[in-house]
C-alpha cells in the first residue's frame, strides 16, 4: 500500500506562483516513477508532469513546459512541483500519483500506469 498526500495549493493571482508538495508513505519510494495530473471541472484528469524514480529525467505536458518544474527527494519521499506563471487556465485540482512498475526507464502520460493517487489539492488562478 501506498499513501500519498498533497499539499500547497491555494488562491493566486495570474502570473504568481505556487509550490506543491507529495509526502509519500508505504511501499519503496525511491524505486517509482511519480507523477502530477490535474482535473478541472468539467474535464478529464490530465497529465502534467512526471519524473523518472532516479529523479534523472522529467517529462511536462506541452502547456506547462517552461513554467513549471518537477522535482523529488528520495530521502524525504517527497515529490514537489513548483508552478510559476500560473494562468486562470491552470485553475484545477491537482493529484500526485505513483506509478505501478518499480524502475520504469520511460515515463508515462497516461492515467493508467499510475495505480497510487492522493486526494488532490485545489489551485485556483483568478485573473
Given amino acids: 500500500q501506498v499513501q500519498l498526500v498533497e499539499s500547497g495549493g491555494g488562491l493566486v493571482q495570474a502570473g504568481g506562483s505556487l509550490r506543491l ?8 519510494f525511491s524505486s517509482y516513477n511519480m507523477g502530477w495530473f490535474r482535473q478541472a471541472p468539467g474535464k478529464e484528469r490530465e497529465f502534467v508532469a512526471a519524473i523518472r524514480w532516479s529523479g534523472g529525467s522529467t517529462y511536462y505536458a ?14 524525504k519521499k517527497m515529490v514537489y ?7 486562470p487556465e491552470d485553475t484545477a485540482v ?11 526507464s520511460d515515463i ?7 495505480d497510487y493517487w492522493g486526494q488532490g489539492t485545489q489551485v485556483t488562478v483568478s485573473s
Fill in 21 to 28: 508538495s507529495c509526502a509519500a508513505s508505504g511501499r519503496t
Fill in 62 to 75: 506541452d502547456s506547462v513546459k517552461g513554467r513549471f518544474t518537477i522535482s523529488r527527494d528520495n530521502t
Fill in 81 to 87: 512541483l513548483q508552478m510559476n506563471s500560473l494562468e
Fill in 94 to 104: 491537482y493529484y500526485c500519483a505513483a506509478d505501478r512498475i518499480s524502475f520504469r
Fill in 108 to 114: 508515462n502520460t497516461a492515467r493508467d500506469e499510475y
